[in-house]
């Protein structure tokens, strides 16, 4: 009898402690990070290319170092630079199991900058990713702790905010974790979307319903009649916060289908390793061809997709009687727009179009196509919805160019594409480039029998080149601050960059992967310096240049 008493008391303090942990958790209300107003440039959720965006952007007057905070006590857990993404950023792990993060920053506060200046020397590398020993770098409340910037991959200046569980790394969406920015206005809908699911989402253009708008309720201007009985809706909106005129993302759209919930998707947080289903979310196609954002209301992809709630949000119209519909859209203050219509079938359906002779790409499968002069093998998780998978070969003057489908179809995982090619006398130089429309990119391709492979994560042009021209060093400035240099190369990217200066390697920071840059410090003696620049491409190609200079 007392043991069981003892252990039902111990049971009991047991889920008093665990419902204090998570009551703090949820109940902390943060310290603005950023020396001054609160005011955003983008929220958590927002639809980006590839991603959905996974923090608060805090406006900093459009001014760079501003003071920013710790926004709870606690201590710094990690530092990271690179030349993209965050650029300079700071982790701050507190006490009731969250992680704050600040990105995008200039020069941290002198203590924590003299340390991490340190570990780049003793690893003899700028681009870090640093885990900082617990304690070593206390943070309390409100604590200056680094200068707001404009690096990584940053297009002004600003301040990129985040808080993730600790022990997953889950993201979490600060305004309903802690921040609050006032908002009383609803989000608006600027267009609707029908698709016919008996096709691919990729087959089809969707059709847009013109919506008339009283306060925050939307209609049709028509009845919609559709030619099919198996349905899904998307929409546009966006969100406003009070006094606010930038058009920030929405947080919940939710369908109704006669009176019955049918899917919803909510973004209060979200995982790195599932950010890239965003491309699940939205119509892609129609983005890729530059048009508008369209977040689908249905389900595609795998169970990973784990914005969404309930069911696979498509419908099914029994009959040709009038079935209504009802989608609310709402930000995380629970300000909502409501769009509501009928939808009937119409008697005489569209017929599906054959698919004889066709080439299907399926997901959930192995997707496989090769020839003799291409292999390729998607995973069953790759794609999100089937679509016609096309090939063609081109001639050209630079070599054959493969035309493997189009970016209009999003990937989640990579894959290895092979081209068979054996003309090339060197085999390790050679270059896999991939294009379309403006943009293009490189990878080195390995080598196995006559095959040249390379790993994408997009469709699009490949064409295999052969590579020996190697990267052009050209000095910029020289100042009694800072020395800068600009790596060009054919190819658009570097495998290696290393500087010394009087046989030691010396830090060059290279933000935004363009100028080398070179801030004067110690290792700078007084008098003649000899500063040695070594570059190597893709392909293995180096270059070297020798300067001298006085300081």
């Known amino acids: 009898m007392y043991i069981f008493a003892f252990m039902t008391r111990l049971f009991l303090f047991f889920i008093f402690l665990v419902f204090s942990f998570f009551s703090q958790a949820q109940s902390t209300q943060y310290k603005w990070p950023v020396d001054a107003p609160p005011a955003l440039s983008a929220n958590f959720g927002e639809l980006r290319t590839n991603h959905y965006h996974m923090g608060l952007d805090a406006r900093t007057l459009q001014r760079e170092n501003l003071r920013v ?13 690179e030349p993209w993404g965050f650029g300079r950023a700071i982790y701050i792990e507190h006490p009731n199991g969250i992680t704050s993060l600040y990105a995008h ?27 900082v020993p617990a304690g070593l770098f206390s943070v309390n409340r409100g604590q200056f ?47 609707l979307a029908i698709y016919d699911r008996r096709i691919s989402t990729y087959e089809q253009s969707p059709r847009i319903i013109a919506l008339k708008r009283t306060g925050n309720s939307y209609k049709p201007l028509h009845p919609v ?13 966006y969100d406003r916060y009070t006094g606010s005129t930038n058009q920030n993302g929405i947080y919940k759209g939710v369908l109704y289908y006669n009176g019955n919930e049918q899917t ?10 599932n950010t890239r289903y965003l491309n699940a979310h939205i119509d892609y196609k129609t983005k890729a061809a530059g048009g508008p954002y369209i977040q689908h209301l249905s389900k ?28 609310l859209v709402s930000d995380t203050e629970g300000n909502t727009a409501t769009i509501e219509l009928t939808v009937q079938a119409s008697l005489n359906q569209t017929p599906v179009p054959s698919t004889k002779d066709k080439l299907i790409f399926r997901p959930e499968m192995i997707n496989i196509f090769e020839n003799d002069s291409v292999r390729l093998y998607l995973s069953p998780k790759a794609i999100y919805d089937s679509f016609y998978f096309t090939y063609n070969a081109i001639n050209s003057t630079g070599g054959t160019v493969y035309q493997i489908h189009k970016p209009i179809v999003p990937l989640q995982e990579f894959y290895k594409l092979n081209l068979f090619n054996n003309r090339f006398a060197d085999t390790g130089k050679v270059i896999m480039k991939r294009y379309y429309g403006s943009k293009t990119d490189y990878k080195k391709a390995t080598y196995q029998n006559g095959w040249y492979g390379a790993m994408w994560r997009d469709f699009g042009n490949f064409q295999l080149i052969y590579d020996n021209e190697p990267p052009v060093i050209s000095p910029v400035t020289k100042s009694v601050s800072r020395i800068v240099f600009h790596i060009t190369d054919n190819t658009e990217e570097l495998q290696n960059f290393t500087a010394t200066l009087n ?3 010396i830090r060059f920071s290279n933000d935004k992967n363009r100028a080398f840059i070179y801030k004067i410090d110690e ?15 893709l392909a293995g190609n180096k270059a070297e240049r020798k300067f001298t200079f006085m300081h």
Request: one cysteine or more.
């Open 69 to 81: 905070f710790a926004a709870e006590k606690g201590f710094v857990s990690r530092i990271k630079i």
């Open 145 to 191: 702790i680094a200068y707001s910037g404009n690096t990584g991959g940053s297009m002004g200046p600003h301040l990129h905010f985040e808080l993730r569980d600790t022990k997953t790394e889950i993201v979490l969406n600060p305004l309903i974790h802690g921040f609050s920015i006032a908002d009383n206005v609803a989000p608006d809908v600027l267009r």
């Open 105 to 131: 920053l200039n020069d941290f506060y002198p203590e924590l900058e003299k340390w991490v200046s340190q570990q780049q020397y003793s690893l003899s590398s700028w681009q870090v990713d640093l885990k």
């Open 523 to 537: 290792y700078c003696l007084p008098g003649q310096n000899e500063l040695i620049i070594t570059v190597e491409d």
């Open 225 to 237: 009649v559709v030619s099919t009985n198996k349905i899904s809706f998307g929409i546009s909106a």
């Open 503 to 505: 046989g030691n390697w």
């Open 264 to 273: 919803r998707f909510i973004l209060d947080s979200i995982s790195y390793d």
């Open 300 to 327: 595609l992809g795998n169970k990973n997709n784990s914005i969404y709630k309930g069911g696979d949000g498509i419908i099914y119209l029994a009959d040709s009687a009038p079935q209504q519909i009802k989608i």
